[in-house]
């Protein structure tokens, strides 16, 4: 439990990642889930982008908190694939935080927007 850490305070569910576990997708789906208390049964079917939109753009159980993810030592995380790095800071920036912005309220019975931020080591999406 010492590479990740996960911590909540009244309004805001904080999330670290470390960057040095996340060398395949399936890593970055899986850390995730665990920082994120996702309560979903999982499957190494479901260690897969598709799956994480599912509940990344829910968030039941986090009721109306505010959302901020750490992810150290960014620079070595999927170190040999950089295709895969960069789509998923895209997908934060085109798709979730969106809808976390805003888009949640049209496409989600009772959703609302909330706070999420992304912080990369050094860097802020």
Request: proline share 2%; hydrophobic share 40%; aromatic share 16%.
């Amino acid at each position: 439990m010492d590479r990740l850490f996960s911590y909540r305070r009244i309004n805001v569910f904080f999330a670290e990642l470390d960057g040095r576990s996340i060398q395949t997708e399936a890593d970055y789906v899986r850390e995730m889930e665990l920082v994120m208390d996702c309560p979903y049964e999982k499957s190494d079917e479901y260690l897969k982008l598709g799956w994480y939109f599912d509940w990344i753009c829910e968030l039941l159980w986090l009721g109306e908190k505010d959302v901020v993810i750490l992810i150290r030592s960014y620079d070595c995380m999927l170190f040999d694939d950089e295709k895969t790095k960069q789509h998923i800071i895209e997908n934060f920036a085109e798709i979730i935080l969106p809808w976390w912005e805003g888009e949640v309220t049209g496409h989600m019975v009772g959703g609302r927007p909330r706070g999420f931020m992304v912080y990369l080591e050094g860097k802020a999406l």
